[in-house]
């Protein structure tokens, strides 16, 4: 019986090293691969956090020197945060804010590269679009028409589309095309909440151009 149970469990053996020997180096990859993956997935989320952490240290530092209007601070603080966590929100916001600042103490250039780098680099569509405005707003008091065009024309999130084509408008208007001017006040009419103060700004907009606005639908 003894002799009769060796010989089973030497056939098992023999089989599970012809299985090894058939199919072991896949599995071996196979799990390699897995927990590669797996390490590699809890590594980049150890490395975000760590990004965030570490981001968020140096947004106090370019919120500080906003607050102090401390240009040159600001602009050092800003490159360091864009060059080493520019892909981080903190690092997008900090741009807002510093262009803030820039507009303020007449650095209109200093604004516009900073939300131009918002626009191009933010992977947060709510950041890009606000970027997108400001940067156009400010390219049309430069009267660079084109330019402030461009920012506006590309996708853009449907919460932000009205002001979008209110700022067409104005740009329209500043180059001298009533029409067009016109066409994009009623389009961004039309978007907004009807409860929006906002929208009666738009509706003078449209008077002043002699678009007149429905009472009923300017007023429900």
């Not at 520019?86 to 803030?100: C, E, K, W, Y």
């Not at 400001?134 to 028409?145: I, N, T, V």
């Not at 006040?185 to 002699?210: F, H, S, T």
Request: aromatic share 10%; proline share 2%.
């Amino acid at each position: 019986m003894a002799l009769h149970l060796d010989l089973e469990e030497q056939e098992q053996i023999d089989q599970l090293k012809h299985f090894w020997n058939r199919y072991g180096n896949a599995i071996t990859w196979l799990l390699i691969v897995v927990l590669g993956a797996f390490a590699a997935w809890n590594g980049w989320n150890y490395w975000q956090r760590k990004q965030a952490t570490e981001a968020a240290v140096m947004y106090d530092e370019v919120e500080r020197a906003a607050q102090a209007a401390d240009l040159p601070k600001l602009d050092r603080t800003l490159s360091d945060i864009q060059n080493s966590y520019g892909a981080t929100t903190f690092a997008q916001q900090s741009a807002l804010l510093a262009a803030r600042i820039y507009q303020e103490q007449k650095q209109s250039d200093k604004a516009q590269a900073a939300l131009a780098w918002v626009a191009e680099k933010s992977g947060d569509e709510g950041l890009r679009a606000v970027a997108q405005l400001r940067l156009a707003g400010l390219l049309l008091e430069a009267k660079a028409y084109d330019q402030a065009l461009q920012q506006l024309a590309g996708k853009m999130s449907p919460e932000f589309k009205a002001l979008a084509a209110d700022r067409r408008g104005d740009i329209y208007l500043a180059q001298g095309k009533p029409d067009q001017a016109k066409a994009a006040y009623q389009e961004a009419y039309a978007a907004l909440d009807p409860q929006l103060e906002y929208r009666m700004l738009i509706e003078v907009k449209l008077n002043a151009l002699g678009a007149q606005v429905p009472a009923a639908e300017g007023k429900k």
